[in-house]
T-cell receptor, first 115, second 109 residues
Framework: KAGVTQTPRYLIKTRGQQVTLSCSPI?????VSWYQQTPGQGLQFLFE???????NKGNFPGRFSGRQFSNSRSEMNVSTLELGDSALYLC??????????????FGPGTRLTVL | SQQGEEDPQALSIQEGENATMNCSYK?????LQWYRQNSGRGLVHLIL?????REKHSGRLRVTLDTSKKSSSLLITASRAADTASYFC?????????FGKGTRLSVIA
């Protein structure tokens, strides 16, 4: 079974631009979660999508948004980029979503650099 | 903050030695998961310990959980150079995973 894939792997943008990141979950997984990882803040939860519906949302501004398609693939969008948005963005999929016993399978991440 | 605190932040040991890292939360722990991350890459699930368990083993890994102290520890025995990575604990319940800040382990051959 193919793992979680994320595209692109690396991205360089300038302040004020917007960016779209893509995540393809493991086949059969219906939940996709997004995380931002920075040296200062560590791993921060952005949001979770399950069956095309946003089920949970972290404490991020409205510039961060996402969606999930009927094939469970997910995209996240960041508008009006700021320098502080430079981070590794990780996507994780699981069978039934966030929860006590649900292992999250992570993709390799997209490294976003904002100049 | 619900974020976990891991201790130590960095650890350097010789191959063959044991490595112990700890994780604590200010909020109650439901079930605790441990993940490993190789440099700048995705996380890999290592082990889950349920809130009603005190100790769990998986290969060279031993995890303990003390819900009264809101803390967990991960022991890696007979470490190898390939164990060099960052290790994260994650508090899991019915809400999204809340990760600790990680322990960076370096195993020197």
């Amino acid at each position: 079974k193919a793992g979680v894939t994320q595209t692109p792997r690396y991205l360089i943008k300038t302040r004020g631009q917007q960016v779209t990141l893509s995540c393809s979950p493991i086949s059969g997984h219906r939940s996709v979660s997004w995380y931002q990882q920075t040296p200062g803040q560590g791993l921060q939860f952005l949001f979770e999508y399950f069956s095309e519906t946003q089920r949970n949302k972290g404490n991020f501004p409205g510039r961060f948004s996402g969606r999930q398609f009927s094939n469970s693939r997910s995209e996240m969008n960041v508008s009006t980029l700021e320098l502080g948005d430079s981070a590794l963005y990780l996507c994780a999929s699981s069978l039934v979503g966030q929860g006590s016993y649900n292992e999250q399978f992570f993709g390799p991440g997209t490294r976003l650099t904002v100049l | 903050s619900q974020q976990g605190e891991e201790d130590p932040q960095a650890l350097s040991i010789q191959e063959g030695e044991n490595a112990t890292m700890n994780c604590s939360y200010k909020t109650s722990i439901n079930n605790l998961q441990w993940y490993r991350q190789n440099s700048g890459r995705g996380l890999v699930h290592l082990i889950l310990i349920r809130s009603n368990e005190r100790e769990k083993h998986s290969g060279r890994l031993r995890v303990t959980l003390d819900t009264s102290k809101k803390s967990s520890s991960l022991l890696i025995t007979a470490s190898r150079a390939a164990d060099t990575a960052s290790y994260f604990c994650a508090n899991s319940g019915n809400t999204p995973l809340v990760f600790g800040k990680g322990t960076r382990l370096s195993v020197i051959a």
